[in-house]
């Protein structure tokens, strides 16, 4: 079974800075593309990173230079840091990663940025 246990969400002022975690299980993790959504009130979940099993990423334009996207996959744990927050990233952040054709989530860590 899979399953994505994301942490490290909460408030912060703007200019500030957390580190999203999401511990993965039931994948072989290290073969596995990871990825980073959100979902801001009253709009569309959007992807936010993705790291591939190889180390490539990829980057919302809007997070580009702010956010990092790694991964340790020794922990089967996959991180976002957030950098230069301001309030539109206020959102829930959501892990994802596929398997066997199937889209996994993680319940989600909201992320309030004041400002």
């Known amino acids: 079974q899979v399953q994505l246990v994301e942490s490290g969400g909460g408030l912060v002022q703007a200019g500030g800075s957390l580190r999203l975690s999401c511990a993965a299980s039931?994948?072989?993790?290290?073969?596995?593309?990871m990825f980073w959504y959100r979902q801001a009130p009253g709009k569309q979940r959007r992807l936010v990173a993705g790291?591939?099993?190889?180390?490539?990423?990829n980057y919302a334009d809007s997070v580009k230079g702010r956010f990092t996207i790694s991964r340790d996959n020794a922990k089967n744990t996959v991180y976002l840091q957030m950098n230069s927050l301001n309030p539109e990233d206020t959102a829930v952040y959501y892990c994802?990663?596929?398997?066997?054709?199937?889209?996994?989530w993680g319940k989600g860590t909201l992320v309030t940025v004041s400002s």
């Open positions: 994802n990663t596929k398997s066997r054709g199937l889209d996994y």
């Open positions: 039931g994948i072989i993790f290290s073969s596995n593309a």
């Open positions: 790291l591939t099993s190889g180390g490539s990423t």
